[in-house]
């Protein structure tokens, strides 16, 4: 679990709001990692995410005169990359017909892996079976419904509490308790081949 | 499945996030060390969970940022001058101007302080009483068998020499 954020709200949150150019830079090199991450593991096409990681930090700079420090900044710039990251897949969604399926115009070269299980005694190197682990697991991923995979990446990848996600996605507590329960009985039922006993 | 099973089972994910309140908590703790079938879709659904580990962490390019400034610049928020300034020069044009602006700075700086040759700032300063320099406090002579009364003899003598010439 990563959770790089640090808490710059008594640092210069101030600068940021006057809308100083230096407070901004210094923001940028914090988190652009974070959002890049986060928006790759939503939508999982390297190019799209750095198009979504631009597009959240525009609006931040944009907003930053008016941004009003009622929550902490990183649920705000959390709240941007979650919204941009849904604006994103559903404009692709006008474009593609396999949205639900999630195919190949969404997931890349992660099409379906789920549909072949992967024969460890065929390809005997571990490197391989990692890589190919890796596509189980982002189709895993890309076949949940947004606001479900949104849930796992704030919570599996961010170590998000049930608070700060529900903030995030402007739901309940319970409402993000089962967005995480029906998303792992997903993941479970999506995995089960691959998860040695 | 019954009930109990039914009602644990949908505590499980915050059970696992550790969300749940300690009384709810110990509740499935129970369960689970006497349940095996939810045990076993406790045990599965974490191991599903965790594999989710290895999915790949990616990083920025090198000219995210620039790419970003770019972006801003063409649809009109700009940044400040000074700062557009800055970044456009050279480390070395920097450290050049920086030399410059010292230089001039000081000079006037300079003129303010020593104005018209009297200090604008005045500076308290007096010799001990026990100086070595006795003369200078009397702005008496030196004596004339001293080094330094034997040099003023000298150097007395080349400029009234040089007056007598100019005549």
């Given at each position: ?32 990692e974070?959002?890049?991450?986060i ?13 979504v ?21 990183s ?45 460890p ?20 991923l ?16 961010q ?7 529900a ?15 029906r ?15 | ?10 505590r ?19 369960h ?47 940044r400040?001058?000074w ?5 456009a ?7 050049f ?5 010292g230089?001039?700075s000081?000079f006037?700086l300079?003129?303010?302080?020593f ?8 500076f ?5 009483e026990?100086?070595n ?8 002579d030196?004596?004339?068998?001293s ?6 003899a000298?150097?007395s ?11």
């Amino acid at each position: 679990m990563e959770n790089h954020i640090h808490n710059i709200d008594d640092e210069f949150i101030a600068d940021f709001i006057a809308g100083k150019a230096s407070a901004f830079e210094k923001i940028l090199k914090l988190y652009k990692e974070l959002v890049l991450n986060i928006a790759y593991r939503f939508l999982q096409d390297r190019t799209e995410a750095e198009d979504v990681a631009q597009e959240v930090f525009l609006r931040v700079y944009r907003s930053a005169k008016t941004y009003k420090p009622r929550a902490k900044f990183s649920t705000w710039l959390y709240k941007i990359t979650a919204n941009v990251c849904l604006n994103r897949l559903r404009e692709k969604k006008r474009f593609t017909n396999d949205f639900q399926k999630g195919g190949p115009d969404l997931c890349g070269e992660y099409a379906s892996p789920l549909n072949s299980p992967v024969n460890p005694a065929s390809h005997p190197s571990e490197e391989f079976e990692k890589k190919e682990m890796q596509k189980i697991v982002k189709a895993a991923l890309q076949v949940l419904p947004p606001n479900q995979r949104l849930a796992v990446i704030f919570k599996k990848f961010q170590g998000l509490s049930y608070q700060e996600i529900a903030d995030i996605l402007d739901c309940s507590i319970p409402a993000v308790d089962s967005l995480l329960q029906r998303a792992k009985n997903n993941l479970r039922k999506a995995l089960s081949p691959y998860v040695h006993k | 499945m019954n009930s109990t099973c039914k009602k644990i089972r949908k505590r499980l994910s915050a059970f696992s996030d550790g969300e749940l309140k300690p009384g709810k908590r110990s509740a499935v703790e129970r369960h689970l060390s006497a349940c095996p079938d939810c045990r076993r879709e406790f045990e599965a659904a974490s191991r599903a969970w965790s594999l989710l580990d290895g999915f790949e962490t990616v990083e920025s390019r090198e000219n995210f940022e620039a790419e970003f400034w770019r972006i801003i610049g063409e649809s009109g928020i700009r940044r400040p001058l000074w700062l557009r300034v800055v970044k456009a020069l050279p480390v070395s044009a920097l450290a050049f101007l920086c030399l410059v602006l010292g230089i001039v700075s000081g000079f006037y700086l300079g003129k303010v302080i020593f104005r018209n040759g009297e200090t604008a700032v005045s500076f308290n300063v007096s010799l001990p009483e026990d100086s070595n320099f006795p003369y200078l406090d009397n702005f008496a002579d030196f004596p004339k068998d001293s080094v330094a009364g034997a040099y003023i003899a000298v150097a007395s003598q080349s400029v009234n020499s040089a007056k007598g010439g100019s005549k």
